[in-house]
């Protein structure tokens, strides 16, 4: 297969960054949504705002259904991260019936598994639903991709 078939078939989902940052770290390992989704691989997307009150809701809403000791991140770094893509993920499945503690009752589960990290966010424009993603964007994910494998092997 043409690998210009395959970049033209990846997309993005744009999320709150505090749940973002859950996907990346491969804590949140469900993605709840009103419509099915492909199984393959996306990139996820910090929406551009994130207001005080919804960080403290996401932190409520945690809490309550795991417990406190579930890491959660801080506002002010949720803030950083905002606008920009902060990881990619593989979408396994998209159910209307999960198992997942993440899945909420009602929705379309899109199980997530094996968050490919990139070094460093890429700033983009969201969008709504499941988006194309540009040339240019994939190729600057793929830079950070490659720059994150570099520095592990610096650091080993």
């Given amino acids: 297969m043409d690998t210009t078939e395959v970049y033209m078939k990846i997309r993005a989902f744009t999320v709150k960054a505090h749940w973002g940052l859950l996907i990346r770290s491969g804590i949140k390992t469900c993605e709840n949504r009103t419509f099915r989704a492909p199984p393959g691989f996306y990139l996820v997307h910090a929406s551009s705002s994130l207001s005080f009150s919804e960080w403290c809701y996401g932190v409520q809403w945690v809490h309550e259904r795991f417990g406190s000791s579930c890491p959660f991140p801080a506002f002010?770094?949720?803030?950083?991260w905002c606008g920009q893509v902060l990881c990619g993920v593989k979408v396994v499945a998209a159910c209307t019936e999960s198992n997942d503690r993440w899945y909420l009752a009602g929705?379309?589960?899109?199980?997530?598994?094996?968050?490919?990290?990139?070094?460093?966010?890429?700033?983009?424009?969201?969008?709504?639903?499941?988006?194309?993603?540009?040339?240019?964007?994939?190729?600057?994910?793929?830079?950070?991709?490659?720059?994150?494998?570099?520095?592990?092997?610096?650091?080993?």
């Fill in 107 to 156: 929705k379309v589960a899109w199980e997530l598994d094996s968050p490919v990290l990139c070094e460093r966010g890429v700033f983009a424009r969201g969008n709504l639903g499941a988006w194309p993603v540009s040339d240019a964007l994939l190729q600057a994910y793929h830079d950070g991709v490659r720059a994150r494998h570099a520095s592990l092997k610096v650091r080993v």
């Fill in 76 to 80: 002010d770094v949720c803030r950083l």
